[in-house]
């Protein structure tokens, strides 16, 4: 069974940290395309940062200089480090797999992405 798994979301004030983990099962995440994508109340699932099989990485523009997503093949893990965390941070985090394409294009759809975890709430508040 394909199982995606993430963790290390919580309660963080402004300009606070957090390191969110996502964890495959009867996946190889190092042979996928994974992405990031967060969805606050009342608005659309959007992309954060994806991480290509071959090594490209993507930001978007409200993430960028802050979220740093990278991977531990060996624990079959994807990592996002959140810095400088904004309210405006504040959401579902989901991560994805199963994806093909260029990565500014399946970053920026959900719907590219056949296997979804089921998310872990980050909440940036003072």
């Known amino acids: 069974q394909l199982q995606l798994v993430e963790s290390g979301g919580g309660l963080v004030h402004p300009g606070g940290s957090l390191r969110l983990s996502c964890t495959g099962s009867g996946f190889t995440l190092r042979n996928e395309n994974i992405g990031w994508f967060r969805q606050a109340p009342g608005r659309q699932r959007e992309g954060v940062s994806c991480s290509s099989y071959d090594g490209s990485i993507y930001y978007s523009d409200s993430v960028k200089g802050r979220f740093t997503i990278s991977r531990n093949n060996a624990k079959n893990t994807v990592y996002l480090q959140m810095n400088s965390l904004k309210p405006e941070d504040t959401a579902v985090y989901y991560c994805?797999?199963?994806?093909?394409?260029?990565?500014?294009?399946?970053?920026?759809?959900?719907?590219?992405?056949?296997?979804w975890g089921q998310g872990t709430q980050v909440t940036v508040s003072s």
């Open positions: 994805a797999a199963d994806a093909a394409g260029a990565i500014q294009n399946y970053c920026n759809s959900p719907s590219r992405f056949g296997s």
